[in-house]
Structures are given as C-alpha cells and as structure tokens.
C-alpha cells in the first residue's frame, strides 16, 4: 500500500496557515506561559483542510492489523466537542460503523449521553485533535470500559511529547509529535524576561 500520510512538517504548515498553530507570548488560564498556541478547531473550519487531516489519521489505523481486520465494526469515540470532527472524518475514511462523544457535564464530569450503552457498542478507536496532558483521554477510556467496549486504537493530529504515548498498552498515533515548551509562571519564561508583549488565551 503506498502510504499518504503528510509530513509533520507539512501538517505543521497547515496548522500554521489556517491560525490553528501560533507562535508568540501566550498565558493559559491556569497562569502557565507558552510561546506556542494551538486552537485546532481553527484548521477544522475548513472542509477540505479537515478532511486531509483527518484522512490522513486514518491511514495509520488502518495500517494496523487489529483495527483493519474488525472494520466495519468499530466506534469512533471523541473525549470532547473538540475532537467531534475528528472523529467524523476519520470514521468516514474508515467506513466505521459508529461514532460516540464525550461532553462535560455542568459538575465538570465528563460523560456520553443516556442510553448510549443500549444496543451494540462496537471496538473503539478514541481520537481527539489534540493531546495536551492525556487526561481527557484517560477520562474516556474508563467512560469506554463502563459501556463494556474495548479500546483497539488511539490518536490525535497533534500529540505533546509531555503527554503518555500509550493509553493502556495501546500505542497513541498523531501526525506530530510537538516539544511544547510550557512556563509554570512568569518568572520561570523568557519571553517575560525580554517583556514580549502578552496574549491571554481562553484553553
Ligand atoms: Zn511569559
């Protein structure tokens, strides 16, 4: 199979292009500093954009054994609203049977609507757009648990290197893989040091 799956560079530069990768001085609302940002929804506004991206995921799944041998019978799960056209395109890419989404409830919980367990609930593959910390992603794969599916594959288009590379013994696949640097405070970043102009961001 003649594999089409763009260079992170190349993904890099559409990122950059469409304003979901910027380069500055931002500060998170958890008072961390960053000379990077990533809002990925911003690349997924454009169709044709997404559906490279998201197409582009797919060919890694479905270069693993285990998940091409069980398509069509797989679910596509997203943690959050974030990852939902993810989850789509891939799905579409895949011919994958179902497609799931988590939300955070008001209490900050995160869940799957009622009664999503009624009915087959088919082997997942949980994608997002973006990995941070991996939290959200271990907070779906025990939501997956509960519905009594198992998880055969996992991925993003953009993974930090701070975050795990595995979810359980599932390896995480991203078309980057992006050293973030992150500052605790402002007296620990550079950019204060030289009073570089802030940007506060709401993620
Ligand atoms: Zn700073």
Partial sequence: MVSLIPSPDTVMQTLTRTGAFRVGHFVYPTGKHSPHYFQMPLAFRYYDTARVLAVA???KFRLERDISSQLPKIAIISPSSGGIPVAFGVRDALSAEQIYWAEREADGKRMF???VNQGEVNPCIIVDDIIRSGHALEETAALVKE???TIIGCGAIVRFTSAPDHL??????????FDAHMYDNADLCTDCKENAPVEHVRF
């Fill in 147 to 149: 519905l009594g599916a």
């Fill in 57 to 59: 995921l797919s060919r």
């Fill in 168 to 177: 359980e013994d599932v390896p995480i696949k991203a078309l980057v893989e």
């Fill in 113 to 115: 609507r009622q009664y």
